[in-house]
């Protein structure tokens, strides 16, 4: 297969163009770097079944020759990227949308949306199935984010009805791993990058919010399996092993030997109080669960930041 990557640059971005080119199918990887970096991908420059383009999936898209899947990856996941950048994020989960569909339908490709849990906003179902349609805010400071998505999954419904696209809709839950970029402003980069500095690690609140934490490579076998399964519907993929952000902390100071311990901070604004995915239908449809244990997921992404620290 030949399949566009928006987004391709980037963390999760990056470890799909790996996969799919370790499989032998061609990727053609789009980015406009604002996110994402050149040194994801730089191993793949010069591989025959590989390709970049460097460009804003929110203006007019255009990819010379076949295409059998587009995968839009293209956003801006993290708060400290959709709250400095509000208009970016909106503009790219809608009008980048918007053009990936439209390029789809013109080359009669799959099309495979990353949405994410946040359309779940602070759920008030837990764990999260497919079926929830959520709790959230459409003004509030994550509302960017949360409703650019909640749009792409209208819009590209909206699309296999009217237009008959085939498509795929996977909704990304906490996901950590190797290429997390260091001022990612996340969960996992944060408290790794404060340990391996031997800081205390920073809890937003009282740390009992809970969140459930996805290996990378977990998750992008999950989206493969995805984009070639025939579920049209979303499907949430994400690791139902919870911990709350305190017990978490924790565990990253054990495992870098940081006896700085932690230092609590004021809540952030409408930070969900609980995150868990159903994965039952991942399970189902898929034959999908993770195999990594934190631990040991962890330890892998530890090692990728100390070296990322000492250059």
């Known amino acids: 297969m030949r399949i566009l990557i928006t987004g391709g640059a980037g963390f999760i971005g990056s470890h799909l163009c790996d996969h799919l080119v370790g499989l032998g199918h061609e990727v053609v990887a789009m980015d406009n770097l604002i996110t994402g970096s050149p040194d994801n991908i730089a191993h793949l420059i010069g591989h025959p079944q590989f390709r970049f383009i460097k460009h804003d999936v929110t203006n007019f898209v255009y990819v010379e020759g076949p295409l059998d899947a587009v995968m839009h990856l293209a956003s801006l996941p993290s708060p400290v990227d959709y709250v400095n950048l509000p208009i970016q994020t909106l503009k790219v ?5 918007h053009k990936a569909l439209g390029l789809a339908k013109e080359k009669g490709a799959v099309f495979f949306l990353a949405s994410t849990s946040e359309i779940y906003g602070d759920p008030l179902v837990h764990p999260q199935p497919e079926e929830y349609w959520g709790n959230v805010n459409p003004i509030g400071l994550r509302g960017v984010y949360d409703e650019s ?35 990612d402003g996340r969960v996992v980069p944060t408290l790794v990058s404060q340990a391996l500095q031997r800081q205390p690690l920073t809890v937003h609140g009282d740390g009992q919010q809970t969140r459930s934490f996805c290996y990378v490579s977990d998750l992008v076998e999950g989206m493969v399996a995805l984009l070639f399964s025939d579920e049209v519907n979303p499907v949430n993929l994400g690791n139902p092993e919870e911990h709350t952000i305190l017990e978490f902390a924790e565990i990253i100071n054990d495992l870098t030997g940081n006896a700085a311990g ?6 952030r604004p409408e930070d969900p ?10 399970r189902t449809i898929l034959g999908w ?5 934190l631990l040991d997921g962890l330890t892998q992404t530890i090692a990728w930041f100390k070296q990322r620290l000492a250059r």
């Open 289 to 293: 669960e993770p195999k990594v244990g």
């Open 149 to 183: 998505k909640r749009f792409a999954e209208a819009m590209t419904m909206a699309y296999h009805r009217y237009h008959k696209v085939d498509t795929r809709i996977v909704r990304i839950f906490n996901t950590y791993g190797p290429r997390m970029r260091l001022n």
């Open 273 to 282: 109080k609980q995150r868990r995915p159903d994965i039952g239908k991942a």
């Open 93 to 97: 989960g809608a009008l980048g949308t």
């Open 262 to 267: 932690v230092t609590f901070t004021e809540a």
